[in-house]
């Protein structure tokens, strides 16, 4: 179902894994929690529509299909927070809006 390049794919309220032992790692689950609460925040539905926009966004501006997936704002918030597991108790709303 996932393709090569993801371990992973959060579709609220589920996380779906490529490999079980997934399930045990710390720093990925919070990474997934995070875009759990981005998807919520923005009614789920809109947050793949502006997810999807922007990764074309960055394919244009960066013309590499890696760097628009890392450089998409909510990516870039839970990519630098995965290893703070408190963030989610501290995090502000729409929180990924800084990593604009």
Same mark, same amino acid.
């Given at each position: 179902?996932?393709?090569?390049?993801?371990?992973?794919?959060?579709? =609220?309220? !589920? +996380?779906?894994?490529?490999?079980?032992? #997934?399930?045990?790692?710390?720093? %990925?689950?919070?990474?997934?929690? $995070?875009?759990?609460?981005?998807?919520?925040?923005?009614?789920?539905?809109?947050?793949?529509? =502006?997810? !999807? +926009?922007?990764?074309?966004?960055?394919? #244009?501006?960066?013309?590499?299909? %890696?760097?628009?997936?890392?450089? $998409?704002?909510?990516?870039?918030?839970?990519?630098?927070?995965?290893?703070?597991?408190?963030?989610?108790?501290?995090?502000?709303?729409?929180?990924?809006?800084?990593?604009?």
């Amino acid at each position: 179902m996932l393709g090569k390049r993801f371990s992973g794919v959060c579709l =609220w309220p !589920f +996380v779906v894994v490529k490999n079980k032992t #997934l399930r045990d790692d710390e720093y %990925f689950i919070n990474h997934e929690k $995070i875009h759990l609460r981005q998807q919520l925040e923005m009614l789920v539905l809109p947050f793949f529509i =502006w997810y !999807f +926009v922007e990764y074309l966004l960055r394919l #244009l501006q960066y013309r590499n299909r %890696f760097l628009a997936y890392k450089n $998409i704002s909510f990516e870039r918030e839970a990519y630098s927070q995965e290893i703070k597991q408190d963030y989610l108790k501290e995090r502000k709303f729409w929180g990924f809006l800084r990593f604009l």
